[in-house]
Nanobody, 127 residues
C-alpha cells in the first residue's frame, strides 16, 4: 500500500494561486497513474486531474485551463512526487484535496479505481 502525504494547501482570495505537492513512497511508482481528487464537505470525493506514467494528462472541465498536474519520478528512488498547480482559484474550488496512485494505465481517469489516500490538504478560497 502506498504512503501518500499531501501539502501546500491554505487560504487564498479569489484569483489567487496555490501549488499542492504529494510525496508517494513505499514502492517504485514510475509506471503508475497519479491523480488529484477533492472533496467538498458533505459531497462525494471527485477526481479532478490525472497524469499517466508517460505524462499524458486528464482534467475535469471545472478546472481545465486553470490547474496543471505534473510529476517527478527520480530514477532509483522509491519516492515519487505529484503536483497540482492551481491558478485563478474560485470559491467553488474550496475543498479538501487528496492525491492518489494506482496501476491503471492507460485508464488514468478511471476515478473510481483509485483506492489509496493521504490525509489531504485543505484549500479555502474566499471571495
Amino acid at each position: 500500500q502506498a504512503h501518500l502525504v499531501e501539502s501546500g494547501g491554505g487560504s487564498v482570495q479569489t484569483g489567487g494561486s496555490l501549488r499542492l505537492s504529494c510525496t508517494i513512497s513505499g514502492h517504485n511508482y514510475d509506471r503508475y497513474c497519479m491523480a488529484w481528487f477533492r472533496q467538498i464537505t458533505g459531497k462525494k470525493r471527485e477526481g479532478v486531474a490525472a497524469i499517466s506514467p508517460f505524462l499524458g494528462t486528464d482534467y475535469v472541465d471545472s478546472i481545465k485551463d486553470r490547474f496543471t498536474i505534473s510529476r517527478t519520478d527520480p530514477v532509483g528512488a522509491y519516492v515519487n512526487t505529484v503536483y497540482l498547480q492551481m491558478n485563478d482559484l474560485k470559491p467553488e474550488d474550496t475543498a479538501m484535496y487528496y492525491c492518489s496512485v494506482a496501476d491503471l494505465y492507460p485508464d488514468c481517469d478511471h476515478w473510481d479505481d483509485y483506492t489509496d489516500w493521504g490525509q489531504g490538504t485543505q484549500v479555502t478560497v474566499s471571495s
